[in-house]
């Protein structure tokens, strides 16, 4: 491709082709020290997270009345909570809950955003007007009611809890996606497919959907990290995943009753917490500026 | 100018009929009705009785109808558990929650717009990087972690501030015990906004002070000063403000997570009551009042985008 004999700095938001342009484009991101110690991060807590059964010390759920605030000690090193549940237990395997529905509410809102912000660029006219009207309108309101509201009306199992965060969570997407397929529409290999006779449906979906996959990936990491933030204050609420599993929002909640004489059960789980959403902010900022130098803004995630 | 205001206000009254009818939708769809109906202490047959005087037994397209024009003479119903006017229940409260947010707005935009300037001045140095690094912290940390660690640190540890409401029990003046207990929620609540906005005015600080007038600026002798605050200032704080619109939401969804920790008695508490109480006349009222100051924050948004930057004009 043509592209590759450009420098990467020129071209916008070009995907770095090839096995030549990944590899720039690791360089660039390894220069970040920051973004490589929260990459090791992440990677380790979602390991965590994949073998939490075989990991955990101690059942999460087990109830030990008798031994209720238990301090550290070699058997319970985080101590036990109030009703004699093993704390890091608890973490670990909340920690599944809380990034699963963190990855999966992301999935949701970058397949619902994909599609509308393809079919607003790619129609163009009313299509776009009324899909952008609405993006924008659902980017003014106070979503997290919306979920909250949503949540009360029709229960929170695990299903609706990830449906509401992806289905509040995709206008950034829409957005990306939207001024990716616009960009790429006028160019040659667009012309070219059609001009063979591509319908619609194949152009969009091999040639000029797959042309926004670096910009995706970028509003999909902080997509991931705003979807984490937005279920544990859920499930803080007592709108979350509902007790007995473990999260790390509900944990929290049930902490926060105790936080006058034990302070330290709140510490845990707002910390984890804080380090995943960091750890994803922090990689997709240096995402972007890896794959566009140019474009060190803010994002609006 | 008023043509403008003119055509705002029309879309901004489509937009108002458009959300109450989706949430009157949703809510009404809801499997089980409201928790007056579902008390255990309530017989079926009166149960029933009580449904059948709320309307609620009509179809909902009716049910919107009347709630509509009722709405628009500006009666929003009763509360069902409070019994009193919903209009009565949200105007008790809308001050505190103003008085809230308008505080963590005010400390996030004062805070981050001098934080983002020196930072991008001063760009890769150590007060750039410890500020940049604490905007990446800022816009992570969850709003409810933070508040609690807030009370276990200045209510619990130090005992300096107290950890909930807005007054203390039976003192009912004096700004002094107001402001003890607004200190906590609103630096709370201004967190997130100080965050973000922090993140932009360094990056569009950056942008503008790269641009060929600040140079001119610069060559012609300008002081310092008058080249950052009246040339690259005013520029920067054009991306600044429109942010401003997408933080304005942001800001009263964080307010429902922040009056709960604080029992602050706002909108916010009174929003997940509502919701988890199936009130349907709070929850529609709430929405309604949301909806509108959402669309006035950004209509106010709009209006001082115009006078930052002449090249734009409203319509």
Redo the contacts between chains.
């Keep these: 491709m043509a592209q590759d004999a450009i420098s990467p700095a020129l071209s916008p938001l070009a995907a770095p082709r090839g096995r030549g342009g990944l590899a720039v484009f690791w360089n660039r991101f390894r220069r970040n020290r920051?973004a490589v110690a929260a990459l090791g991060f992440l990677v380790a807590i979602h390991l965590v997270a994949l073998t939490a059964d075989a990991l955990a010390p101690h059942d999460p759920a087990a109830l030990d009345l008798l031994n209720q605030f238990a301090d550290v000690s070699r058997e319970h090193p985080l101590g036990t909570d109030e009703a004699g549940r093993d704390v890091l237990s608890r973490l670990i395997v909340g920690s599944r809950v809380s990034l699963a529905v963190g990855l999966l509410a992301m999935l949701v809102s970058v397949g619902v955003g994909s599609v509308i912000g393809a079919l607003a660029g790619f129609y163009g006219r009313m299509t776009d007007g009324i899909l952008m009207r609405m993006t924008d309108?659902m980017?003014?309101?106070?979503?997290?009611?919306?979920a909250?509201?949503?949540l009360?009306?029709?229960?929170s199992s695990l299903t609706n809890l990830i449906l509401v965060i992806g289905l509040t969570g995709w206008m950034v997407v829409a957005r990306v996606v939207r001024a990716e397929v616009l960009r790429t529409l006028p160019q040659e290999f667009v012309l070219a497919a059609r001009a063979v006779g591509a319908s619609d449906g194949r152009l969009l979906v091999r040639h000029v959907v797959p042309q926004a996959w670096a910009s995706v990936i970028v509003a999909a990491t902080l997509g991931v990290?705003h979807a984490i933030?937005v279920e544990?204050?859920l499930s803080?609420?007592?709108?979350g995943v509902q007790p007995p599993t473990p999260t790390w929002g509900n944990m929290?909640s049930g902490?926060?009753q105790y936080?006058?004489t034990k302070?330290h059960l709140?510490?845990y789980?707002?910390?984890l917490?804080?380090l995943c959403?960091?750890g994803y902010?922090?990689v997709g900022?240096a995402l972007r500026d890896a794959l566009d130098p140019r474009a060190?803004?803010?994002s609006?995630? | 100018m008023s043509r403008y205001l003119l055509v705002r206000a029309c879309q901004g009254a489509v937009l108002l009929l458009i959300v109450s009818a989706v949430i009157f939708l949703i809510v009404h769809s809801a499997p089980g009705g409201p928790a007056i109906l579902n008390n255990p202490d309530v017989d079926p047959h009166t149960a029933q009785a009580i449904a059948r005087d709320l309307g609620l037994t009509d179809p909902v397209p009716v049910q919107y109808a009347r709630w509509l024009g009722r709405a628009i003479r500006g009666n929003l119903g009763r509360s069902y558990q409070h019994q009193i006017p919903v209009v009565q229940l949200i105007a008790n409260r809308i001050p505190n929650t103003l008085i809230l947010t308008g505080t963590a707005l005010a400390l996030g935009v004062l805070a981050a717009i001098p934080l983002g300037v020196i930072s991008a001045v001063r760009r890769y140095s150590a007060v750039d990087y410890t500020a940049t690094v604490g905007a990446f912290i800022g816009v992570s940390i969850p709003t409810f972690w933070l508040g609690i660690m807030f009370i276990v640190l200045f209510s619990v540890t130090l005992g300096w501030l107290p950890s909930a409401g807005m007054r203390t029990a039976g003192v009912t003046t004096g700004a002094g015990d107001l402001l003890r207990h607004l200190i906590m929620p609103a630096v709370v609540l201004s967190t997130f906004p100080l965050a973000q906005l922090m993140r932009y005015a360094r990056s569009s600080m950056v942008e503008v002070l790269s641009q060929d007038y600040v140079r001119t600026a610069q060559a012609k002798g300008l002081s310092p000063w008058r080249v950052l605050g009246v040339h690259a200032l005013r520029n920067a704080l054009i991306p600044v403000v429109t942010v401003l619109g997408v933080i304005i939401p942001r800001l009263l969804s964080g307010a429902v997570i922040t009056e709960t920790i604080f029992a602050w008695p706002g909108l916010g508490r009174l929003a997940v009551d509502a919701a988890v109480t199936r009130d349907y006349p709070v929850i529609m009222g709430l929405t309604m009042t949301t909806a509108v100051l959402v669309i006035v924050c950004n209509l106010l948004t709009d209006v001082a985008y115009v006078s930052l930057d002449p090249r734009i004009s409203l319509r």
Excluded at chain 1, 152 to 155: D, E, L, Q, T, W
């Design positions: 920051l309108g980017l003014t309101i106070p979503t997290f009611f919306l909250l509201l949503v009360a009306v029709f229960g990290a933030l544990s204050s803080y609420l007592g709108l929290l902490a926060q936080v006058w302070p709140a510490v789980p707002g910390l917490i804080m959403v960091l902010n922090v900022d060190s803004r803010a609006i995630a």
